[in-house]
């Protein structure tokens, strides 16, 4: 096993003694900083972006060959972690505990330390990880972003609000894919430059966003599906990214539910706890979107848009089409022409 002692000040510093220990190099462009490391420690790279209203993102994408514990002292830099685990799982626990928590795949918590303590991040080797963290600075993010703290439930306000940094917090959360979704989209940004830190700053507020009703969900007691395990909410997924990628197929909820080998009603509940929406509505919501798409992108004119997708009525689509976006189909592509 290998111990890091962390004693940074910030994100960045925290980065440059990670790649003291393990080895490896760090490449900057445009704001945005890799470590990448490729040797008998480990192998893979941690992404991290600084922002200047007080807040960082951090994306392990690594593989270690041992045994690695991050002993953190936050006697310097003590920020609230807002951590996702997409792939993989790692454990934490304070000083004060004898037993580590584990953070599982689909799983996000939440934790901040006292000033002057310590973490320990415990993770096992030959375990393929990918995480998100994003850390908050609490002075710099109230002053910059936090004006109104009506947004948040009364324990994430005293903990933003602690700026002595007197308290630790920790929340563990059930298992959640609409963050694996959006967390999955800092992989998919593709553009460069400035535009590509705007979009990653953008998805930053969508995740925290997420985290934060996720917790005050827990708050206020509302329920969680109990009845669905984590592996079929994983098939559901599996399900709503192919309905996304092949949206002209004929779909029916009897032929998703003999696929998927879960219920109809396991179905439904699925889709309505990831997506919002039964399985009709889904599949009624990404063909339009593809519509949309093909309208601003393509030479089709409305008719084979509207074949292309898998509808058969072109009266039924321009009437969804409205509905959804204020105007019919042909004005949209009028006003994009314009």
Sequence with gaps: MKEIHITAKDTEGTISQIQKALG????????????????????????????????????????????IVLLKDTSLYNPISFIYCLNGYFQHRFEHQEDYNTLEQFQSVILTSKKGGYSREYFSKDVKLEVNSIQIRRIKFINKRLNDASQLNKKLYDVFYDTDHENVFSYFGTYNLKLADHIG??????????????????????VLSLH????????????????????????????????????????????????????QAKLQEGFKLLYARTVTEYIRHVRLEKARDLINTSDLNISEIVYSIGFSSRSYFSKIFKKKYKMSPSEFQKNKRG
């Design 24 to 67: 490896g190099t760090i490449e900057s462009r445009w704001g945005e900083h890799t470590l990448t490391i490729d040797n008998d420690l480990a192998k893979g790279s941690i992404r991290y972006i600084v922002f200047e209203w007080g807040g960082s993102f951090l994306y392990y994408d690594i593989i270690f060959y041992d045994d």
């Design 212 to 263: 934060m009703q996720q917790h005050n969900k827990a708050v206020n007691n509302k329920p969680v599906s109990r009845s669905l395990t984590k592996s079929e909410l994983k098939t559901i997924r599996e399900f709503g990214n192919t309905i996304t990628s092949n949206v002209s197929f004929d779909y029916s909820l009897e032929q998703l539910a003999l696929e998927s080998g879960l219920s």
């Design 185 to 206: 989209k800092f992989k998919k940004t593709k553009q460069k430059g400035m535009l590509r830190l705007l979009l990653i700053e953008g998805q930053v507020y969508q």
